[in-house]
Structures are given as C-alpha cells and as structure tokens.
C-alpha cells in the first residue's frame, strides 16, 4: 500500500467539463433561434392553466339585502361572489355537522354570509385563521373587533374557532380530512398561497370544496401559486368554476 504524504496533490479538476461547455453552446444556440425570454420560459416552470369553467350564477333576488342581520363592514371584496356561491354551495345548505375553514377572515364578510346561507344547522362548525395584522387597523382594536363583533352579532361565537395566527403554521395543527369547505383568501403571495393549498388539500374531505379568491383579479396576483398547486394536485380535483375565483371539489 502506497504511504499518504499527508499532502494535497496539485492537480485539480478542470473548472468546466466539455460537457459543460458543450451544454452552453447548445443554450446560446437557442436563445438566438427562441431570444432570451422565451427560452427562460421554456426552461422553468410553467404551470397549465386551470381549464376554463364557469358555474352558472343564480339570478340575485329583487330587493334582497345581501345580509339578514346588521354587521360591521368597512369595506366590500366578497358581495359580488355571492350568485357563484349559492350555485357551488347550494347541496351544502342547512346540512348538519358541516365544518367550513376560511383563511384570512379579515371583517367576515364571507364568515357571515355563510353563517345566514349555508352553516344554518346548528351541528355545523366553522374555523378562521387570520393574523389580523395592524395595517388593516380602521376602528379601535383593529378589524379582530369587528370579526369577533360580528360573529356575536350573528349569534354564532359559541359555533367559532378563531385563531390568531399565520396559516403556514395554523393549517399544521388542525386535523387531517376534517373540512367540507375551505376558502382560501389570506396572503397572495404566490408562495404563500401554494403552501396554504397543499396544507389545506391534507384537511379537506373527499368530496368537498376548495374556494381561491382573486385569480381573475389584480389583488396580490396568486393566480402562479393556485396553477402550480392544480399542476401538482390536479388530476386529486373537478374543476367546478374558474373565474374571478377559483372553486375546486375534490374527488372521492
């Protein structure tokens, strides 16, 4: 056996390989037949768009307030989804012992509107998750009052999980194939988003319904994130309405 010196040897491995340089050659060849920008485009992920599907909104009643009881509410982002909603909601109705998650809660907008509409047996649950961060603040004790208000004013507190946190972790801690509906409307950050779909896709039912806010809209652009998660977990989902919103049942 050949003694170690205990030294390095002073070759060293070429910094590039032929291969190496073979390989960029053949990418400069293509960026000038395709540009730059294409070729980045064919080269990274692209997810496929979510297949064009639309639910047939229910005509709104004549004269019908959009709620029964009077709330709190500083501003409007969820009225105009409501004919989308009766339709994809409607078999849901007064069922009992449906439990329905919303992240990103905000007012409640959406919360009330499902307490009145759809989680009107008294055996269904629902759980919220917002971080109720202070940049939303408009009345004293920011827009967590207005939720926790709200919720009250609808006499459905003690029907309510409201957990103060970020979804990421949130979503972690609540039990697996547990949720009949969940909407997901918290941060739009497509990395973000894509994270709350995959935790959220583990607590939800066969047969139950995944809801994204905002993928027609301009508002934080997550429709990357939601494409990716249908590109991953698509062939698991019917695609019941792509629209401004995204509404998904997932197979049975």
């Known amino acids: ?18 291969l190496d340089l073979g390989l960029l050659a053949v990418l400069l060849l293509l960026a000038l037949a395709f540009g730059v920008k294409p070729l980045v485009e064919r080269i990274y992920l692209q997810p496929t768009p979510i297949a064009p599907v639309s639910l047939a909104p229910l005509a709104p009643k004549t004269g019908a307030k959009a709620y029964q009881n009077e709330y709190q509410f500083s501003d409007d982002m969820f009225t105009h989804n ?18 329905y998650l919303e992240i990103g809660v905000h007012e409640g907008r959406s919360v009330m509107w499902m307490l009145e509409n759809v989680l009107t047996d008294p055996t269904s649950r629902l759980t919220g998750i917002d971080v109720f961060a202070d940049e939303y603040k408009g009345v ?12 009250e004013a609808a006499g459905a507190s003690d029907r309510a999980t409201t957990i103060e946190s970020f979804s990421q972790l949130a979503l972690r801690e609540l039990p697996l194939d ?20 995959i935790l959220s896709s583990r607590l939800l ?35 019941l309405h792509n629209g401004y919103q995204i509404i998904l049942r997932k197979k049975a």
């Open 1 to 18: 056996m050949e003694e170690s010196t205990g030294q390095r040897s002073t070759l060293t491995k070429p910094r590039y390989s032929f």
């Open 82 to 99: 409501i004919p989308v909603w009766e339709a994809a909601l409607a078999p849901y109705k007064g069922k009992p012992d449906l439990n």
């Open 140 to 151: 004293k004790g920011g827009y967590k009052a207005v939720y926790l208000a709200n919720l």
């Open 178 to 197: 547990s949720f009949d509906i969940i909407y997901i409307d918290g941060s739009h950050a497509n990395d973000d988003v894509l994270e709350d779909a």
């Open 205 to 239: 039912k066969k047969g139950g319904l995944m809801i994204f806010d905002d993928y027609g809209g301009e508002h934080g652009h997550p429709k990357f994130g939601i494409d990716t998660f249908y590109e991953i977990y698509g062939d698991d989902y019917d695609t």
